[in-house]
Structures are given as structure tokens and as C-alpha cells.
């Protein structure tokens, strides 16, 4: 039997790290409770990401399913997202700490600190069996208002993280989408430069 994950890996042109290859954000998991060692672990390898300065700006809201947090994060939730994204175990919301430099001014790079953070947890939660699927689809306003979270953390990323499930679970549009084939632009589309 060819299993979703296995049609899933990545077709490179170069090689990369099979944990590289292999991981892929779906939209079906199953009703496992998470395996609170394999998220202690993403949640590790997210805390050991670089950052700029060692400033460290990422914060993160755990929220197991069945919790008054999880039901918080998944109200945020927008469009085909609420359908499918609360089935997972676990709703993760990825926050940055605002950061300013001596004049003032709002540092860019809290937002990039923040996605090698999300990078470095979904690898780390791929290889230990679990998956993820990041999104922007919510509302970021009412995110923060029901966590009464500071001016200055900002909810910048959900990400559904759980235990890989059946197509067949999802509604049929969405289980079309869940089985189409990972795609990529060419290296020629997005290298501008290489000499």
C-alpha cells in the first residue's frame, strides 16, 4: 500500500537531508494525543535556532487540543483553515517579541528569527515522526486580545502540529489538495545571481 507520506517527498535536482526531502505541512491528522517528549524536543530545537544578536525575539503558545487555549487559537482561525487545522493535536502559535535599535526604530529581523525558529521546529518534529503545517490564515487581533498578550508580542504564525492522518478524512476539495504532489520553483527561478 503507497501511504501519503511517501508520495510526498520531494524531487530534488541536488541532494538534500532526507528529513528535508520528506517533510510536508498536511491538512488530515489523526486523534493521537501528542507525544509530549517529540514536542519538547521541537520546541528545543526551535529555542536553539540563531537569531540576530542572540536576541531570541520568538515566543510561542502551546495549546493542546481539548484545552480552553486550543479552543482560543482555533476561533482565530480564517477561511478552510477552521475546517481541518483543529484536528490536529496540538494548535502552536509562532510570536515575535518587537525589538528596537538605539534610535528607536523597529528592527526587521525579529520576524526572520522567528521563521528559522518555526524552520528548525517543523525539521525537528518531522524527524521525530509528527508533522506540521504553518499558516497565516487567522486573526492576528484576536489572537492577541484573548491571550491578553503584550503591545509588543506579536502573533505572526499558527502552525497544526500532530500526527499525520488519512486524506480520506478531509472533506473532498481538501482531500484533492492534500494529494497533489509537492511542487517548487526552479533553482533558475530564484537564484538571481550566480557567478
Same mark, same amino acid.
Given at each position: 500500500?503507497?501511504?501519503?507520506?511517501?508520495?510526498?517527498?520531494?524531487?530534488?535536482?541536488?541532494?538534500?537531508?532526507?528529513?528535508?526531502?520528506?517533510?510536508?505541512?498536511?491538512?488530515?491528522?489523526?486523534?493521537? +494525543?501528542?507525544? &509530549? =517528549?517529540?514536542?519538547?524536543?521541537? #520546541? =528545543?530545537? /526551535?529555542?536553539?535556532?540563531p537569531?540576530?544578536?542572540?536576541?531570541?525575539?520568538?515566543?510561542?503558545?502551546?495549546?493542546?487540543?481539548?484545552?480552553?487555549?486550543?479552543?482560543?487559537?482555533?476561533?482565530?482561525?480564517?477561511?478552510f483553515?477552521?475546517?481541518?487545522?483543529?484536528? *490536529?493535536?496540538?494548535?502552536?502559535?509562532?510570536?515575535?517579541? =518587537?525589538?528596537?535599535?538605539?534610535?528607536?526604530? #523597529?528592527?526587521?529581523?525579529?520576524?526572520?528569527?522567528?521563521g528559522?525558529?518555526?524552520?528548525? #521546529?517543523? +525539521?525537528?518534529?518531522?524527524?521525530?515522526?509528527?508533522?506540521?503545517?504553518?499558516?497565516?490564515?487567522?486573526?492576528?487581533?484576536?489572537? *492577541? *486580545? /484573548?491571550? $491578553?498578550?503584550?503591545?509588543d508580542?506579536?502573533?505572526?504564525? +499558527? *502552525?497544526?502540529?500532530?500526527?499525520?492522518?488519512?486524506? $480520506?478524512?478531509?472533506?473532498?476539495?481538501?482531500?484533492?489538495? &492534500?494529494?497533489?504532489?509537492?511542487?517548487?520553483?526552479?533553482?533558475? $527561478?530564484?537564484?538571481?545571481v550566480?557567478?
Open positions: 500500500m503507497t501511504l501519503i507520506t511517501d508520495l510526498k517527498s520531494a524531487q530534488t535536482t541536488a541532494p538534500i537531508l532526507e528529513v528535508l526531502a520528506e517533510r510536508w505541512s498536511p491538512r488530515s491528522y489523526t486523534d493521537e +494525543v501528542i507525544d &509530549e =517528549e517529540k514536542l519538547a524536543s521541537a #520546541l =528545543e530545537a /526551535a529555542r536553539w535556532s537569531s540576530a544578536g542572540n536576541s531570541q525575539p520568538w515566543r510561542f503558545i502551546v495549546a493542546r487540543r481539548g484545552t480552553p487555549a486550543f479552543e482560543k487559537v482555533a476561533a482565530s482561525l480564517m477561511g483553515n477552521q475546517v481541518w487545522a483543529p484536528t *490536529a493535536s496540538v494548535l502552536l502559535v509562532g510570536l515575535y517579541t =518587537e525589538l528596537r535599535d538605539q534610535q528607536g526604530n #523597529l528592527r526587521p529581523t525579529p520576524v526572520y528569527d522567528l528559522q525558529a518555526m524552520a528548525h #521546529l517543523s +525539521v525537528q518534529a518531522h524527524h521525530d515522526g509528527l508533522h506540521v503545517h504553518q499558516m497565516t490564515g487567522f486573526v492576528g487581533d484576536e489572537l *492577541a *486580545a /484573548a491571550f $491578553d498578550l503584550p503591545a508580542v506579536k502573533p505572526f504564525v +499558527v *502552525a497544526a502540529v500532530g500526527t499525520v492522518g488519512s486524506p $480520506d478524512d478531509l472533506d473532498q476539495a481538501l482531500a484533492e489538495r &492534500e494529494r497533489q504532489p509537492r511542487t517548487r520553483l526552479a533553482l533558475d $527561478d530564484i537564484v538571481l550566480n557567478e
